[in-house]
């Protein structure tokens, strides 16, 4: 942040911002101005109608939002009505956002929304929400399995010498991105993205595979920042490949923090039980969610882990009606 703002003091004074919450509130850090009629009045009649600004909205569209406990945001995210994750897509998408609640006009037009959030493997595992896996909100996100390479107990600041050098360049290249409309790929790297482009788009099976959906969409994102980073007139060769080794660490974290689990949350937690049981009973399997899940649910997924080849059904003889129990199939 020392180099950011000294770059672009403004951005880092009024553009960084935490506490995601809802959908309305992501909009209003980035209202446009809001116009309405009022009455004009004159001895107590109203003979006309004015236009007044009733906001004056933000000028400046761009936003960065830290959260350093995105467990937090993922709970509130997955309350009935939230809007954020609806918002949140509509950003990443096309920066036009907006929701359609009667009592909230808020929208925003050429939004530039960041998001930068921390949580550890096990949190995420547990409070990404099962829609949030399969409707594509987690496939806008990059994620970054990040370890601590040394112990450092009496760290010390930078010394500006060091930083000039970085603030220098950052300022160079945000000059010179300035003036740029339109980056198109040189011939060297439009030959290399049609060579990566079926591996980028095919598709994958289970949890990872949800969320590696979007490669395409984030390695030409990913190009154009480093492009612009070069303040280069087009895509280079090198800017896209290390937009794809950016993606390529991305990719790996998913599948190191996902594996090779499915979509559904409640067949990942009995595939994950049953890995550390190795059998369970219907009622046992009832009983892991407290029987706040419907039967029907618990049954469908099992049908999952069935026709996955994950686990198999049996049955055990209790002198009475025999008991159905549920194996684990190891690999």
Not at 120 to 126: A, D, F, N, S, V
């Given at each position: 942040?020392?180099?950011?703002?000294?770059?672009?003091?403004?951005?880092?004074?009024?553009?960084?911002?935490?506490?995601?919450?809802?959908?309305?509130?992501?909009?209003?850090?980035?209202r446009d101005a809001r116009e309405e009629q009022q009455p004009i009045k004159e001895k107590g009649r109203v003979v006309g109608y004015e236009t007044v600004v009733a906001d004056q909205g933000v000028t400046d569209k761009r936003l960065l939002v830290e959260e350093p406990e995105l467990a937090a945001v993922l709970k509130r995210m997955d309350r009935e009505s939230n809007s954020l994750s609806a918002v949140m897509r509509q950003?990443?998408?096309?920066?036009?956002?907006?929701t359609?609640?009667?009592?909230?006009?808020?929208?925003?037009?050429?939004a530039h929304v960041s998001l930068i959030a921390h949580i550890t493997p096990e949190e995420l595992r547990?409070?990404?929400?099962?829609?949030?896996?399969v409707n594509g909100w987690a496939n806008r996100l990059l994620f970054f399995l990040v370890r601590r390479s040394k112990a450092l107990p009496n760290p010390r600041p930078v010394p500006d010498p060091v930083l000039a050098p970085l603030r220098r360049d950052l300022e160079r290249a945000r000059q010179a991105a300035l003036s740029v409309a339109v980056l198109e790929r040189a011939p060297d790297a439009e030959e290399d993205w049609?060579?990566?482009?079926?591996?980028?788009?095919?598709?994958?099976?289970?949890?990872?595979g949800a969320l590696l959906a979007r490669g395409a969409a984030h390695v030409l994102r990913l190009s154009v920042a480093y492009a612009l980073l070069d303040a280069a007139p087009c895509i280079r060769?090198?800017?896209?490949?290390?937009?794809?080794?950016?993606?390529?660490?991305?990719?790996?974290?998913a599948l190191l923090i996902f594996g090779d689990r499915l979509r559904d949350r409640v067949a990942d937690t009995i595939e994950?039980?049953?890995g550390a049981r190795g059998a369970l009973t219907r009622n046992e399997?009832?009983?892991?969610?407290?029987?706040?899940?419907?039967?029907?649910?618990?049954?469908?997924?099992?049908?999952?882990?069935?026709?996955?080849?994950r686990a198999r059904r049996t049955t055990r003889d209790t002198g009475g009606r025999p008991a159905e129990v549920w194996e684990a199939i190891t690999a």
């Amino acid at each position: 942040m020392r180099i950011l703002a000294a770059v672009d003091e403004e951005w880092s004074r009024y553009c960084v911002a935490s506490g995601l919450s809802s959908g309305e509130g992501l909009i209003f850090h980035v209202r446009d101005a809001r116009e309405e009629q009022q009455p004009i009045k004159e001895k107590g009649r109203v003979v006309g109608y004015e236009t007044v600004v009733a906001d004056q909205g933000v000028t400046d569209k761009r936003l960065l939002v830290e959260e350093p406990e995105l467990a937090a945001v993922l709970k509130r995210m997955d309350r009935e009505s939230n809007s954020l994750s609806a918002v949140m897509r509509q950003a990443w998408d096309r920066g036009a956002l907006r929701t359609l609640t009667k009592n909230s006009p808020l929208r925003a037009t050429d939004a530039h929304v960041s998001l930068i959030a921390h949580i550890t493997p096990e949190e995420l595992r547990l409070h990404l929400a099962e829609s949030e896996r399969v409707n594509g909100w987690a496939n806008r996100l990059l994620f970054f399995l990040v370890r601590r390479s040394k112990a450092l107990p009496n760290p010390r600041p930078v010394p500006d010498p060091v930083l000039a050098p970085l603030r220098r360049d950052l300022e160079r290249a945000r000059q010179a991105a300035l003036s740029v409309a339109v980056l198109e790929r040189a011939p060297d790297a439009e030959e290399d993205w049609e060579r990566v482009y079926p591996a980028l788009t095919a598709e994958r099976s289970g949890l990872a595979g949800a969320l590696l959906a979007r490669g395409a969409a984030h390695v030409l994102r990913l190009s154009v920042a480093y492009a612009l980073l070069d303040a280069a007139p087009c895509i280079r060769r090198e800017h896209l490949r290390a937009a794809l080794a950016l993606w390529a660490h991305a990719e790996a974290s998913a599948l190191l923090i996902f594996g090779d689990r499915l979509r559904d949350r409640v067949a990942d937690t009995i595939e994950r039980t049953l890995g550390a049981r190795g059998a369970l009973t219907r009622n046992e399997i009832r009983d892991l969610f407290q029987r706040h899940v419907e039967a029907e649910r618990i049954e469908a997924a099992l049908r999952l882990l069935e026709s996955r080849g994950r686990a198999r059904r049996t049955t055990r003889d209790t002198g009475g009606r025999p008991a159905e129990v549920w194996e684990a199939i190891t690999a």
